[in-house]
């Protein structure tokens, strides 16, 4: 497929269509559009615009396809498979603006929504209502609406909750070839003809640009209990997280770290967390709305957790105290970024009873490559998280090793009956290894659509399938 640059032309048209101001081309700034939060990935896209509706992304659209111009819509940035990452230059289109809760729909228990609103902010809206949005990825104070739909994502209230495909009942959506589209409605029940919403939600921006959603709501649980729980070992942990799944108390939330990253975790932080030897550290939320049945319930947890080992139980029930048992799982991340030079940062997912193995065996592989595997990320969901890293001493110029290193890892995590990711996407970052898990045909199935959605393969290119050339 041919590309072309953006040149001066289709930047006065883009000035015609966003404004001046909404259209940036100064390279400093552009850097900011050149990756994401994936690490190793870079590409600078020739310019950057920000549209203010639906009409101006349509007409963005017009544009792109008459000169074959490569968009990749962008809105927090976080995507960890360098989905964001304008790998074939062209035009970032950055979803920001759109930031407008239109309704929120109390008697329906529905809010719409524009992509660029930031995930928190939607949550502290909500909550002056009594309502709550409940897929919550971790990123959730910088990733926007409009990409946790693209990406499907999760976070750590998915065990009970679900992701947000759940939650979402209509979109309005800018196909590549320009046409404004909208799918579903205030509904809850909805079958006629194909999912086309399901189709996009998780396509990672490469099928259209969600433009507005109508998303589903639920009243806002009053009280919210968290328990901190160091284990001796990662098989402990697990095994008390499957224990506390089959009790039938449906926690919000099961979190899981690895003693090592809760130690590189207090090392960022500057300061000494408790049970800091232990060999891994359980999360469990509790949510409801009456705090003595809660209670109860984390009475049977904790006595679930002595039975499993577990060197304490903290309590966490002020806003205060559950913020200090979440700080170093919400800090891991940048943690291991700042701490240990990561290659890669792996969304695997097995069967839960599956996880010790997981570990133990993906440990054994990178260490083959003087690599280090962490480990943390969503128990409740059979979803680790394994940030890669290496110290200095090891080249990343001859970076052959890591393509190597990460098809094993991959097919110790196909051969456990698992996925290669969760909740991540493919994006760039994993397209060499899709064909691992995928076969000819779904593969081919995959390419149609793709086809058919973007017949110039205009939206975000060289993002799930390599380019073809
Ligand atoms: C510290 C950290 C913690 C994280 N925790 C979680 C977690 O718990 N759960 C989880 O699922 N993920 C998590 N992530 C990954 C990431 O935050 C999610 O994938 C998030 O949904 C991306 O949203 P975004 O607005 O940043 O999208 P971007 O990174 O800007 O884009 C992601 C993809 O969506 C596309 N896109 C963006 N907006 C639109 C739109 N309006 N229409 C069409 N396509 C669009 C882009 O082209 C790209 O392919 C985490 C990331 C970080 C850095």
Known sequence: ????????????????????????????????????????????????????????????????????????????????SAGAVPILGGIVLLLERMNKIKEIDKKNMMVIVEPGIITE?????????????????????????????????????????????????GIEVVLPDSTIQRYGGKLLKNVTGYDIINLIIGSEGTLAIVTE?????????????????????????????????????????????????????????????????AGAQIIVELDGNNRELLRKHYDEIGNIALKHGALDVFVGESAKDRERIW?????????????????????????????????????????????????????????IHADIGVDDTVSLQHGAFIQKMRREIYAITLSLGGAITAEHGIGLSKIEYLEMALDKKQLEIMRSIKKI???????????????EK
């Open 1 to 80: 497929m041919r590309y072309n640059k953006v040149n001066e032309k289709i930047i006065s048209s883009l000035v015609q269509i966003v404004g001046k101001e909404n259209v940036i081309l100064d390279e400093k700034t552009l850097e900011n559009y050149a990756h994401d939060e994936t690490p190793l990935y870079t590409s600078m896209p020739d310019v950057a615009v920000k549209p203010g509706s639906t009409e101006e992304v349509c007409e963005i659209m017009k544009l792109a396809n008459a000169n074959m111009v490569p968009v990749t819509p962008r809105g927090g940035g976080t995507s960890l």
């Open 213 to 277: 959603a109508i998303l589903k709501v639920l009243p806002v649980p009053t009280v919210i209990i968290d328990l901190l729980v160091p284990f001796k070992c990662v098989e402990d942990s697990v095994n008390f997280g499957i224990d506390v799944m089959q009790t039938g108390l449906m926690p919000a939330a099961i979190e899981f770290m690895e003693g090592e990253v809760y130690r590189l975790v207090a090392k960022y932080l500057g300061r000494n967390l408790p049970f800091a030897e």
């Open 453 to 467: 959605f973007d017949p110039n393969n205009i939206l975000n290119p060289g993002k799930i399938f390599p380019q």
């Open 327 to 383: 700080e170093p799982r919400k800090n891991a991340s940048d943690a291991l970024k700042d701490q240990s030079k990561p290659l890669a940062r792996e969304d695997l997912v097995v069967p839960k009873d599956k996880i010790p193995e997981l570990i133990t065996r993906l440990k054994q592989c990178v260490k083959q490559y003087n690599a280090h595997l962490y480990a943390f990320g969503h128990l409740g969901d059979g979803n």
């Open 121 to 169: 902010q939607l949550g502290n809206e909500l909550a002056k209502h009594g309502l709550f949005f409940p897929p919550d990825p971790v990123s959730l104070d910088s990733c926007m609406i409009g990409g946790n739909i693209a990406e499907c994502a999760g976070g750590p209230r998915a065990m009970k909750y679900g992701v947000t495909k759940n939650y979402v009942l």
